[in-house]
């Protein structure tokens, strides 16, 4: 029997992992992919260390970006660019990078390796049966199982927790050129609920776009189609996933299972990102686990530390994007509704800030 198995080797995963083996406890992580990080399904923009802490203050000394290798980021910026849906253009100062995702997920894991855990790839989990893990290569023990299995989370399900609520579609490829370095977000009916974005690389960028849940019989294949033909971009390496929009699910640990990353919403509802909150909840997850394993501290304590630190954040976030659903459906209104915010109030509404306070 493992001590712990971790279901899922994206960045919510692999720190998850590492964090439980660097105290010499025995991870089993299982990922269904057969190499990691790939296809690549993700805008590969994270926010700075400063934008984190900005974000989530009390992430402080939790910071897994450090563990980012110069050599993985593609390009800085220092600005997003706004467009409004009459392309009224909006630069908001926000420092971030770009980075090849698959790449980075890869050193995530290598990171965990080197910690002394497990990976095994090519293995789907089915289900769990107590402290069992079902596969289609085989059943696996571990006193404490960990769902780090994405938005539509087979553990969590298992364990009779809550997935989030609201999945909303998107899809991202590659296109080759030169682009300025600032990450574009095109907001209005070419991506209702949503935004569309030019995210720059080396000599490349990342284009998509993402829609609110409902819109998903409208073809989010067909916005996503207009988007890159109206630009005249040759798409390569198309992917689409699945982003919780929908804030933390209300309950993240039963008994020996605890679920960690997009499995348990842990993604900023006013933009999409995942990564960075994935990183901090996965390290978060890893220590209550050793401390629940060595020192017999309850696992609760694990739901206890990821909301003290950015529950609060991702609470505001969700009440912004409800907000904002409201004037989705119109261009008309959300031209309005932008030019009122402002600069400043799009600045916060990112930062997961009130919007007009402060
Ligand atoms: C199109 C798109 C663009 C995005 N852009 C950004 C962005 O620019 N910046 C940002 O910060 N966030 C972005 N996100 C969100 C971000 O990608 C996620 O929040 C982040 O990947 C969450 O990490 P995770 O480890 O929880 O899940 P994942 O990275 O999804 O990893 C889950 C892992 O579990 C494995 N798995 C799933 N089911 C099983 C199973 N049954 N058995 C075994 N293994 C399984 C999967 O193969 C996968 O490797 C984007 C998301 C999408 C869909």
């Known amino acids: 029997m493992a001590d712990v198995i971790v279901v899922g080797a994206g960045p919510a995963g692999s720190t998850t992992a590492r964090h439980i083996a660097s105290h010499g406890l025995e991870v089993l992580v299982l990922d269904k992919r057969e190499e990691i990080g790939r296809p690549v399904q993700c805008g590969e923009l994270l926010a700075s260390r400063e934008e984190v ?53 890869k050193h995530w894991v290598s990171l965990a390796e080197k910690a002394g855990a497990e990976i095994r790839t090519g293995v789907v989990v089915e289900g769990l049966s107590g402290s069992e893990v079902i596969t289609d290569q085989g059943r696996y023990n571990a006193k404490v ?55 720059p690389k080396k000599k490349s960028a990342n284009v998509g776009l993402g829609v609110w849940d409902r819109a998903r019989s409208n073809g989010v294949r067909a ?67 050793a401390a629940n394993l060595l020192r017999n ?15 609060h954040p991702l609470t505001i976030g969700l009440k912004t994007k409800r907000l904002a659903d409201k004037f989705f459906g119109s261009d008309r209104r959300l031209e309005l509704a932008m030019r009122i915010m402002g600069k400043k109030g799009m600045g916060r509404a990112i930062r997961c800030k009130r919007i007009f306070r402060g």
């Open 145 to 199: 199982i960990v769902g780090a299995d994405g938005p539509t989370s087979i553990v969590a399900t298992s364990a009779n927790l809550k997935t989030p609520s609201s999945l909303s579609p998107a899809l991202t490829c590659q296109v080759e050129g030169n682009f300025e370095p600032v990450a574009e977000m095109h907001f209005g009916s070419l991506a209702p609920g949503g935004y569309a974005w030019i995210i």
């Open 297 to 311: 501290e309850p696992l609760q304590r694990y739901e206890e530390r990821w909301r003290a630190v950015v529950g």
């Open 223 to 289: 916005l996503f189609n207009d988007f890159i033909t109206r630009r005249g971009f040759a798409p390569h390496s198309i992917a689409g996933g699945l982003v919780p929009m929908s804030g933390p699910v209300a309950k993240t640990v039963s008994k020996n299972v605890l679920i960690v990353g997009d499995a348990a919403g842990h993604v900023i509802p006013t933009n999409g990102g995942g990564v960075n909150v994935a990183l901090i909840c996965g390290r978060i997850a890893g220590e209550c686990i």
């Open 53 to 105: 802490l900005q974000i989530f203050p009390r992430s402080r000394g939790l910071d897994e970006l450090d563990t980012v290798p110069l050599e993985n980021v593609q390009r800085r910026f220092e600005r997003l660019r706004i467009l409004t849906p009459k392309g009224r253009e909006y630069l908001i100062p926000f420092t971030g990078f770009t980075v090849n995702r698959d790449d980075l997920d």
